[in-house]
């Protein structure tokens, strides 16, 4: 005879659904309201670029896991729930940790930073285990096992978070650096095309005053073509001066003496 009635049947989706907000519900209605404060203080005293502070989790925290906190803890603080007089900007703060958790560009430069974090810490514990023989041994011996127990503990971890911080605070003050000299240059650039337009405006207005004098211009021209400049009424010209013949051979003229 085959056996069919030993193996248990695996819970389905819906099910495990269901059961997850059994117990949220369980959970949320033992909840008193000063957990609910602590949680809006809690949230609202995270630092701000970092969204794995914000859900409470871990940097290795999957995606499955980011929004299980999520539903957990908007729910634990939702405005409607939650009288603390903050817990809609607590509210808010979540939402935007679990948005960039959930953007892969964002999560893949925040981890990044936590890589980054790690590398420096670890080249730290290298230098450390060279001046601990009896450490070094035992992590020779472990085959790297006592490393991995070090980065899991609890020290290893308050590090990491404290090393994370200040590598996104640098990171974030280049990029507000850059963001300001792109800012400055485009206000120069800006200030030179305002200053070019200006140019060609003036140039144009010269050109233009130009062309409308240009039928007195021309009519003067006439004029003094035909026969020069003509004198005004009441205009006195000067006479013309004689001038001497350069064909006519010049003769001097005795000086009469007294």
Known sequence: MGDNSDTATAPSPAKIAAQEDALLKQFFAEVSEVER??????????????????????FDSSIDEVKRQYRKLSLLVHPDK?????????????AKAQQLLLDPQERDYILNQV??????????WKKQLKKD???????????????????????????LK?????ILTDQEWRRRKMAMRISEEEGRLKK???????????????EEQWEGTRENRVSSWRDFMKGGKKVKKGEIRPPKLKTEDPNKSYVQRPVKRG
């Open 133 to 159: 023989t009896a450490s070094k041994l035992k992590s020779l011996v472990t085959e790297g096992k006592f490393d991995q127990e070090h980065e899991q503990s609890e020290e290893f971890q308050h590090k």
């Open 192 to 206: 030179d095309e305002e200053e070019t337009k200006e140019l060609w405006k003036r140039k144009r207005e010269h």
């Open 162 to 166: 404290l090393k994370v911080k200040e």
């Open 115 to 124: 890589n980054a974090a790690k590398e420096e810490l670890r080249a730290q």
């Open 82 to 94: 939650c009288k603390h007089p903050q817990a809609k900007e607590a509210f808010g703060a979540l």
């Open 37 to 58: 404060d602590n949680e809006v203080n809690r949230i609202l005293s995270c630092f701000k670029l970092n969204p794995f502070d914000y859900l409470n989790l871990s």
